[in-house]
């Protein structure tokens, strides 16, 4: 069973920056891709970015040049770090692992991010 564990939301004025992480354990078969999605209140679950095994990365529209995903496979580990925060930006993110090619994904809890002045 595969278990995701998020950490790094908050509240955040408007500007700021946040680093959301993401720990993955359990028995994980490779390749996986890990990545952030997020949901607001009132809308549906939309992906926010990904990261391959390769480091090949997937970005929002919405986030690029604010938002830098990256990974540490030794630690099975993800990061989001989040920078020129916009109140829009507020919502519940949510850590994922899938494997490419297989319909199969795991979550995180979701860890709450707010931007706010």
């Known amino acids: 069973q595969v278990q995701l564990v998020e950490s790094g939301g908050g509240l955040v004025q408007p500007g700021g920056s946040l680093r959301l992480s993401c720990a993955a354990s359990g028995s994980i078969l490779r390749p996986y891709v890990m990545g952030w999605y997020r949901q607001a209140p009132g809308k549906q679950r939309e992906l926010v970015a990904d990261i391959t095994a390769g480091d090949g990365t997937n970005y929002a529209d919405s986030v690029k040049g604010r938002f830098t995903i990256s990974r540490d496979n030794a630690k099975k580990m993800v990061s989001l770090q989040m920078n020129s925060l916009k109140p829009e930006d507020t919502a519940i993110y949510y850590c994922?692992?899938?494997?490419?090619?297989?319909?199969?994904?795991?979550w995180g809890q979701g860890t709450q991010v707010t931007v706010s002045s």
């Open positions: 994922n692992l899938r494997h490419p090619g297989v319909t199969l994904n795991y």
